[in-house]
């Protein structure tokens, strides 16, 4: 089989949670960035840019592949109407948009770019959620057919708000942060209805993790759309995301248990905003005039340590699952 042909059966074949890992990777060059000294700034995204975009590329090729093929196109039908997968496809312009903000230290230019990238990405966003809300809500909504990955779907334009004050434009997300508040209450509401009523497959376990993702996307929002910041809010806040934090650590060996497959996707931007939440609201406090005790750093470099090992984890399934399509 020659090369050209090994390389379009991996994109027709990529499942649309890679870019998932994508998302985690280059979101996690930001948070490794951030704790390491500012030598660190570039060597740091220039590897996660790398694997960030070895994973995403394929994603965007499968869909790009779908216009010219109707095999490949009735494949990524199939996904765009299933609940617990279609969501997932707003991780791409997250994707784009955490990329974007690799930029903005290149001058004028850089911030430039990175706005652009931002807006093209909320605008995709947006057009997805609109997708979503009228083909599995209004045309026919279940409650059975809710998943924690609607959390992605619906709660993911949050990413807008984390990254919009990187990227010089606060007051947009603000606006994105208040909205994203309040589809988050009614998600998590709607989502943990749903598990308790019907439970949830064996096989997309992994994506309880998900639920720790909401409550952080909102610290870390509020943390970069806002000049001034309450503490107590914020505490409020962090309390809320470490506590399912918490419960989603607890449930982590029983969802390992689950035979590898592409939900292991949800193991990885998850745990990546809830360690990056926690140090934001660590610097509010301390700027705040708050004893921040010693263990809460430690626990803040656990999280990280932890998203990075999930994000290997999730890189050598979906690599494996790569090998498979190239010589199917």
């Given at each position: 089989?020659?090369a050209?042909a090994?390389?379009?059966?991996i994109?027709?074949?990529?499942?649309?949670?890679?870019a998932?890992?994508a998302?985690a990777?280059?979101?996690?060059?930001?948070?490794a960035?951030?704790?390491l000294?500012?030598?660190?700034?570039?060597?740091?995204?220039?590897?996660?840019?790398?694997?960030?975009l070895?994973?995403?590329i394929?994603?965007?090729?499968?869909?790009?592949?779908?216009?010219?093929?109707?095999t490949?196109?009735?494949?990524l039908?199939?996904?765009?109407?299933?609940?617990?997968?279609a969501?997932?496809?707003t991780?791409?312009p997250?994707?784009?948009i955490?990329l974007g903000?690799?930029?903005?230290r290149?001058?004028?230019?850089?911030?430039?770019?990175a706005?652009?990238?931002?807006?093209?990405g909320v605008?995709?966003?947006?057009?997805?959620?609109a997708?979503?809300?009228w083909?599995?809500?209004?045309?026919?909504f279940r409650?059975?057919?809710?998943?924690?990955a609607?959390?992605v779907g619906?709660?993911?334009i949050?990413?807008a708000?984390?990254t919009?004050?990187t990227v010089?434009?606060?007051?947009?997300?603000?606006?994105?942060?208040?909205v994203?508040f309040?589809?988050d209450?009614?998600?998590?509401?709607?989502i943990?209805?749903r598990i308790a009523?019907?439970?949830?497959?064996?096989?997309i376990?992994?994506?309880m993790?998900?639920?720790?993702a909401?409550?952080s996307?909102?610290?870390?929002?509020?943390?970069s759309?806002s000049d001034?910041?309450?503490?107590?809010f914020?505490?409020?806040?962090?309390?809320?995301s470490?506590?399912l934090f918490?419960?989603v650590a607890?449930l982590?060996?029983?969802?390992l248990a689950?035979?590898?497959?592409?939900?292991y996707?949800?193991?990885?931007?998850?745990?990546?905003?809830?360690?990056?939440?926690?140090?934001?609201a660590l610097?509010?406090?301390a700027?705040?005039g708050?004893?921040v005790?010693?263990?809460?750093?430690w626990l803040?470099?656990?999280?990280t340590l932890?998203?990075?090992?999930?994000?290997?984890?999730?890189?050598?399934v979906?690599a494996?699952?790569?090998k498979r399509a190239?010589?199917a």
């Amino acid at each position: 089989m020659s090369a050209a042909a090994r390389g379009m059966n991996i994109a027709s074949a990529t499942p649309l949670p890679q870019a998932g890992v994508a998302l985690a990777a280059l979101s996690f060059g930001n948070l490794a960035a951030s704790l390491l000294p500012e030598a660190w700034w570039v060597p740091v995204h220039i590897i996660t840019a790398v694997l960030g975009l070895t994973l995403l590329i394929p994603v965007l090729a499968r869909h790009c592949i779908a216009i010219r093929h109707s095999t490949v196109r009735a494949s990524l039908a199939v996904d765009y109407r299933n609940p617990m997968i279609a969501p997932l496809a707003t991780t791409m312009p997250m994707a784009l948009i955490t990329l974007g903000t690799y930029f903005v230290r290149v001058g004028a230019l850089g911030m430039l770019c990175a706005q652009i990238i931002w807006w093209c990405g909320v605008l995709c966003i947006v057009a997805f959620m609109a997708y979503f809300a009228w083909y599995f809500i209004v045309r026919d909504f279940r409650l059975d057919t809710v998943c924690p990955a609607w959390l992605v779907g619906f709660v993911g334009i949050l990413v807008a708000a984390v990254t919009s004050g990187t990227v010089g434009l606060g007051w947009a997300g603000h606006i994105i942060f208040v909205v994203g508040f309040i589809i988050d209450i009614i998600m998590l509401v709607l989502i943990s209805s749903r598990i308790a009523w019907h439970g949830l497959p064996a096989g997309i376990r992994p994506t309880m993790t998900i639920c720790s993702a909401p409550i952080s996307l909102l610290v870390a929002s509020y943390f970069s759309t806002s000049d001034v910041h309450d503490p107590v809010f914020m505490l409020v806040l962090l309390t809320c995301s470490q506590l399912l934090f918490a419960f989603v650590a607890v449930l982590i060996p029983w969802m390992l248990a689950t035979p590898p497959s592409p939900t292991y996707a949800a193991f990885t931007f998850p745990l990546v905003i809830t360690a990056t939440a926690l140090q934001d609201a660590l610097i509010v406090f301390a700027q705040s005039g708050w004893h921040v005790p010693a263990w809460a750093h430690w626990l803040q470099l656990g999280e990280t340590l932890l998203a990075g090992i999930m994000i290997v984890l999730a890189t050598v399934v979906f690599a494996r699952i790569s090998k498979r399509a190239a010589f199917a």
